[in-house]
């Protein structure tokens, strides 16, 4: 008989106040940076012949710094421990251009906009199910372990561009080049 025993819990949700900071650039202009983020703990058990059980803990900073109206730098660490491993991810580092009405371009290492849970449900704070949906996977490196889909995060440039047809819908098309799958050796 076998049984999973499993349970995250969110330590912080997101930390913003203490670290937001505005300068003077020499143009005039504002520039504002915010250092927020979150932290997780999970523990796991598997009840069969021998029982095994494994803690996780982990904390992801998250660095946001706007310069002027048209330019935002936001970059994802992970510091995670499981077991008796330590691992440091950078998440994402990007940087984003908002100078056009309804369009974004973006440079760097982003979250592929394959889907809606890459981008916005997969952080542990959000998805509250104990493993991600079986496509996805968890990322660390960009890259997501036991997956159909292997690759969360990538390098390259990004452009996104949306149309509001009324006033309760709208029309999203993302185009992305990136160094694309690579085999672990």
Same mark, same amino acid.
């Not at 995250?8 to 997101?14: K, M, Y």
């Not at 710094?65 to 440091?88: H, I, K, P, Q």
């Not at 290492?109 to 889907?115: A, E, Q, R, S, V």
């Given at each position: 008989m076998k049984a999973l025993i &499993? &349970?995250?819990?969110?330590?912080v949700s997101g930390w913003v106040g203490a670290a937001d900071a505005t300068a003077q650039t020499p143009e005039g202009r504002t520039a504002n940076a915010v250092l927020a983020g979150y932290g997780t703990a999970g523990y796991?058990? $598997?009840? !069969?012949?021998?029982? +095994? !059980?494994?803690?996780?803990?982990?904390?992801? /900073? =998250?660095?946001? %710094?706007?310069?002027?109206? #048209?330019?935002l730098f936001e970059a994802e660490l992970e510091f995670?421990? &499981?077991?008796?491993? +330590?691992? $440091? +991810?950078?998440? %994402?580092?990007?940087? #984003? %251009?908002?100078?056009?009405? !309804?369009?974004?371009? $973006?440079?760097?290492?982003?979250l592929l906009p394959f889907g809606l849970f890459g981008e916005r449900f997969h952080p542990s704070? =959000? !998805?509250?199910? /104990? $493993?991600? /949906?079986?496509?996805?996977?968890?990322?660390?490196?960009?890259?997501? #372990?036991?997956?159909?889909?292997?690759?969360? &995060?990538?390098?390259?440039?990004?452009?996104?561009?949306n149309v509001t047809l009324s006033t309760s819908s709208f029309f999203d098309v993302s185009v992305w080049v990136s160094q694309g799958p690579r085999a672990a050796v």
């Amino acid at each position: 008989m076998k049984a999973l025993i &499993s &349970s995250t819990l969110v330590v912080v949700s997101g930390w913003v106040g203490a670290a937001d900071a505005t300068a003077q650039t020499p143009e005039g202009r504002t520039a504002n940076a915010v250092l927020a983020g979150y932290g997780t703990a999970g523990y796991s058990a $598997t009840l !069969n012949d021998e029982f +095994t !059980n494994d803690f996780s803990a982990s904390v992801a /900073p =998250i660095f946001l %710094y706007e310069m002027g109206a #048209d330019f935002l730098f936001e970059a994802e660490l992970e510091f995670g421990l &499981s077991g008796e491993r +330590t691992e $440091t +991810t950078l998440e %994402y580092a990007q940087i #984003d %251009y908002l100078g056009f009405d !309804n369009v974004v371009v $973006t440079a760097g290492k982003f979250l592929l906009p394959f889907g809606l849970f890459g981008e916005r449900f997969h952080p542990s704070w =959000i !998805n509250k199910l /104990p $493993t991600a /949906p079986l496509i996805y996977g968890h990322s660390h490196g960009g890259v997501a #372990d036991e997956s159909l889909l292997p690759v969360l &995060s990538d390098a390259g440039a990004l452009l996104k561009w949306n149309v509001t047809l009324s006033t309760s819908s709208f029309f999203d098309v993302s185009v992305w080049v990136s160094q694309g799958p690579r085999a672990a050796v």
